[in-house]
Nanobody
């Protein structure tokens, strides 16, 4: 059974930083793309960032490019999202995802989802 356990959410002031972590178990972590999505209250879930199986390729939403960095440690079965220069618009529940398909930017490209920590950015 695949489990994705996120940590690192919380409350931060605008301009600050947070790092989210997602520990995966249940299947061979290094074989799969990993991603982060977010969902703000009353809005649809949206793509944030993704990383391919070996970390050689990364993908970002335009809204976070240059501020967020996705990385992975296959030895620790963990993916990270370093978030910087945070804005109130970044406030959302952030979901870690593990891939099942070939793409990166759509929810349907992913097979498993974590519970999602809340990230709140105050102005």
């Amino acid at each position: 059974q695949v489990q994705l356990v996120e940590s690192g959410g919380g409350l931060v002031q605008a301009g600050g930083s947070l790092r989210l972590s997602c520990a995966a178990s249940g299947r061979t972590f290094s074989l799969y793309n990993m991603g982060w999505f977010r969902q703000a209250s009353g809005k649809e879930r949206e793509f944030v960032a993704a990383i391919n199986w070996n970390g050689a390729s990364t993908y970002y939403a335009d809204s976070v490019k240059g501020r967020f960095t996705i990385s992975r440690d296959n030895a620790k079965n963990t993916v990270y999202l370093q978030m910087g220069s945070l804005k109130p618009a970044d406030t959302a529940v952030y979901y870690c995802t593990q891939g099942g398909g070939m793409g990166y930017r759509r929810p349907s490209d992913y097979a498993y989802w974590g519970q999602g920590p809340q990230v709140t950015v105050s102005s």
